[in-house]
Each structure stands twice: as C-alpha cells, then as structure tokens.
C-alpha cells in the first residue's frame, strides 16, 4: 500500500518534492491548502505523514508551525534541506513577450521581483499556490500567464519553462520536516539530530544552565526558538534542535534537562538531513 503524505500546497510544489524525495514517486499525496488543514488530514487518519516547511534561510522560522506540531502532539521523523529554485512556466509554444500576466504565491512574487523589472509589460497577480498555479494554466488551456513554481510542476503539468532560476537571491533554502502523530520507530543508528521543547523559571541563568547542559554533553545547537506561553504573560517555551555523535551522550542530556526545566518534550529524534 502506498504512504499517504499530506502537503501544504499542490502537486508539483516543493512540499511534494520533499514527498518524493523521503518515499519515492509511488505516494498517495493528500493536497491541503493550509498547515492546519495538513495537521487535520493527519489528525483525522486521512495521510499518515506530513511534509511541513519550518524555517528558510531569507523569511526565518515559521513559527506558527513549531506551534502546531507542538500543540497537536506530533512527532518530528526526519528533515530536508532543499535549495528553492523558482522557474518561469507557460503553455508550451508561448514567449515571454506573450505574457501578460504571472500568477503565484506571494512570496515567489516578492523573490522573484528584479526580475520582472525588466518586463514592464507583466501584471504580477498574488495566488494561492504555485504549484496550484502551474495546474491552472495546463488544465485550462490559459494562454498569456505563467506561473512561478518549481521544475517538477513544468515535469508533472507539461509546461514550458520560458526562464530557469528567476530568484533574486540564489541562496535560498528552506527546511522541511517529516511529521506523524504516532511514536517514531527510527533505529539508534539513524539517529544524529534532535528536536526538543522546554519552559524554564524566569531567573537569571535558568537558559545559559541547560546550553551548559547541552555543550557538556557534546550536543551541537543548531536552532534556537522562543514562543510566549499564550495563557502566561513573559514566559516563553524554548524550541531547540541539537546535533549529536552519541546517542548515550544525547540521553544523558535529555535525562538532565527533564529535571532541570519546568516543562520538557522531545519533538523528535532523526537523522541530520544536513549531507
């Protein structure tokens, strides 16, 4: 039986690459046009795993999510980092002077904004999904607009790509994770990286002791988060990912932490997508 992956967004996005990627073409993608809607499908037993973007290198950390797999108890099973490419897709046969309109997402159109600079001649047109976009365009037949999305969504809708790599800024990567509501089953082995939420009392040092913790335990830390506690006015949970060689070191860290902060909860325990 094929994995039933929920992603926010369409088929041919890049939720549905990182999809492809961890399972391989043979998926049964359940399309949500919102994490919550995602969270829902998981919740409701429609997908048994998600496929949630967490941070990126320009917009930051999508904090609204740490809330959502925190508050909805699901489990962290893996990660990827995948660089964002944006691409210029139409009809096949159409120009770039054809073009009279672009549809996309409004963060592809804000990347992408220098170059339409030098097409005056193109209305930009906010949309909901890029991918969603790319779909539109091929099922409709609709001539004179091009949508900004991923190379796989020109692959999967039969689009021709009028310019590769439209972004202004070429370093852009976002990172993914892997999520499902039961107990993660990876192998010690497998695991090299770690996802951990904590409160702590509000007095000096509480926060620099568990770094202590986490550096004499050999843990690496590569993300810190903070997010007020909503029914708490200035207090704040730590959302924390940890690198690690030991597994044993990692345990005693935990094992520490647990009885040092006021509240503690392993988000997941994976593999370092990090090559």
């Excluded at 964002?84 to 549809?103: F, P, T």
């Excluded at 704040?236 to 044993?248: G, I, M, P, R």
């Excluded at 040092?260 to 990090?274: I, P, S, W």
Aim: glycine content about 6%; overall charge negative; proline content about 3%.
């Amino acid at each position: 039986m094929n994995k039933s992956i929920a992603i926010q967004g369409a088929e041919g996005s890049n939720h549905h690459k990182v999809a492809r990627d961890f399972y391989g073409a043979s998926i049964q993608l359940i399309e949500c046009m919102s994490f919550d809607g995602l969270v829902a499908s998981l919740l409701e037993g429609t997908a048994v795993l998600g496929v949630m973007a967490i941070e990126n290198t320009i917009a930051g950390s999508i904090i609204p999510n740490y809330a959502l797999i925190d508050k909805n108890n699901l489990h962290i099973i893996g990660e990827e980092y995948l660089n964002i490419h944006h691409h210029l897709m139409a009809l096949q046969g159409q120009k770039i002077m054809d073009i009279k309109e672009v549809w996309s997402h409004p963060m592809a159109l804000l990347q992408c904004k220098e170059f339409f600079k030098k097409y005056p001649h193109i209305k930009l047109v906010e949309d909901v999904d890029t991918a969603e976009v790319a779909k539109r365009i091929s099922k409709e037949n609709l001539s004179g607009i091009a949508a900004i999305a991923p190379k796989i969504a020109a692959e999967i809708f039969k689009l021709s790509i009028l310019e590769d790599e439209i972004q202004t800024i070429k370093d852009n990567a976002t990172r993914f994770v892997i999520v499902q509501t039961s107990e993660p089953t990876n192998g010690i082995d497998q695991i090299n990286k770690a996802s951990l939420k904590f409160q702590l009392d509000h007095k000096r040092g509480s926060l620099a002791a568990i770094l202590n913790v986490l550096s004499d335990c050999k843990m690496s830390l590569t993300k810190i988060q903070s997010l007020p506690v909503i029914e708490t006015p200035w207090k704040y949970s730590f959302f924390v990912d940890v690198t690690f060689e030991s597994y044993q070191e990692y345990k005693k860290a935990e094992t520490i932490i647990a009885i040092m902060a006021e509240e503690f909860k392993v988000l997941g325990t994976y593999k370092n997508g990090r090559k």
